[in-house]
T-cell receptor, first 111, second 114 residues
């Protein structure tokens, strides 16, 4: 199964700014999920977008999926210091029932 | 609800020693997973159990064995630990292996093999 690749590897912004991170993949997917990991902790699910969906919102999170470009983006609006974490995309490939995680984007939000 | 719990939180082993990492969930989930996370890497799937009574290999199963003890518990065993198995191990669970279920993660076990 394939791995998603996040971009950028690291992102540093000020509180109040928007943060955008991207995930690319190579073959057809069933769905794509985004997770957050605070330092030294387990992962927390943020949002799932199905292959037939183009955009989803959850609070300050907005996820888009472009299957023609095989890419997804996660936008966090009005970032807060508490958003400082690593963010991972996870691919559910078509025909599989397990997730494959990317290497993540480290987001630092400074007060 | 405690969610997904893992024991121990930290462990140091010498090369060749064995140990079992324990995982339990109280969400009545059918599927459970073991991952390892190495610095600068995403999570890699070691083994998973789609339902009680079944286990399957993931991406990096060599050097590990698993037991799905019951619906709640899924253990990971290192029979003869090697330095390459130094990592942080995460257990996760989901309602079912259905494509549209999120996974819930435990806090992790940090393992060092000397």
């Amino acid at each position: 199964s394939q791995q998603g690749e996040e971009d950028p590897q690291a992102l540093s912004i000020q509180e109040g700014e928007n943060a955008t991170m991207n995930c690319s993949y190579k073959t057809s997917i069933n769905n794509l999920q985004w997770y957050r990991q605070n330092s030294g902790r387990g992962l927390v699910h943020l949002i799932l977008i199905r292959s037939n969906e183009r955009e989803k919102h959850s609070g300050r999170l907005r996820v888009t999926l472009d299957t023609s470009k095989k890419s997804s983006s996660l936008l966090i609006t009005a970032s807060r210091a508490a958003d400082t974490a690593s963010y991972f995309c996870a691919i559910m490939n078509s025909g599989y029932s397990t997730l494959t995680f990317g290497k993540g984007t480290m987001l630092l939000v400074s007060p | 609800n405690a969610g997904v719990t893992q024991t121990p939180k930290f462990q140091v082993l010498k090369t060749g020693q064995s140990m079992t990492l324990q995982c339990a969930q109280d969400m009545n989930h059918n599927s459970m997973y073991w991952y390892r996370q190495d610095p600068g890497m995403g999570l890699r799937l070691i083994y998973y159990s789609a339902s009680e009574g079944t286990t399957d290999k993931g991406e990096v199963p060599n050097g590990y064995n698993v037991s799905r003890l019951n619906k709640r518990e899924f253990s990971l065993r290192l029979e003869s630990a090697a330095p390459s198995q130094t990592s942080v191990y995460f257990c996760a669970s989901s309602l079912s292996p259905s494509s549209y279920n999120e996974q819930f993660f435990g806090p992790g076990t940090r393992l060092t093999v000397l």
